[in-house]
């Protein structure tokens, strides 16, 4: 599909939170909250039409929330590609930033996922031979 034909396609706001996974009042407040780089059509009797285009956008929003990015953060990049051309730094910025915090929150993950297989490898082991008894007992003396 052309640009064109992309930004010709109408959807409604039914059709466009199916797409998203977001709710039609999620898909709201994103519009109240200045989060969405184009102006939401309406049609004469004042229905939502959205784009192909507003979808992808969305989906990417959805991808910036899932991951941590704040709801200012959020507005203020799409401020920035609302302006168009000439920001690009600014919006680099912002998302290496961000990516750098998402980077910080897997690697604590990971550090927390190793204490789990740990831990989990010692329940196995002594379940396997029969020992588990006392196990992080506070009256056995021994809190493994």
């Not at 168009?84 to 680099?92: D, K």
Request: a neutral charge; one cysteine or more.
């Amino acid at each position: 599909m052309t640009t064109t034909g992309a930004a010709a396609q109408s959807l409604s706001i039914g059709e466009v939170a199916d797409q998203t996974g977001l709710s039609v009042h999620t898909l709201r407040f994103y519009e109240r909250e200045g989060l969405l780089v184009g102006p939401v059509r309406r049609t004469s009797g004042g229905r939502r039409r959205y784009t192909s285009f507003d979808v992808d956008w969305l989906l990417i929003c959805v991808k910036l929330r899932e991951s941590g990015m704040p709801l200012a953060d959020l507005r203020h990049f799409a401020e920035l590609v609302r302006l168009g051309p000439g920001n690009e730094a600014e919006r680099l910025r912002l998302l290496d930033a961000h990516r750098q915090r998402v980077d910080a929150q897997i690697q604590s993950l990971e550090e927390c996922r190793s204490v789990i297989t740990w831990k989990v490898g010692v329940y196995a082991e002594h379940l396997a031979r029969g020992e588990a008894g006392g196990l992080w007992d506070p009256t056995a003396g021994g809190g493994r």
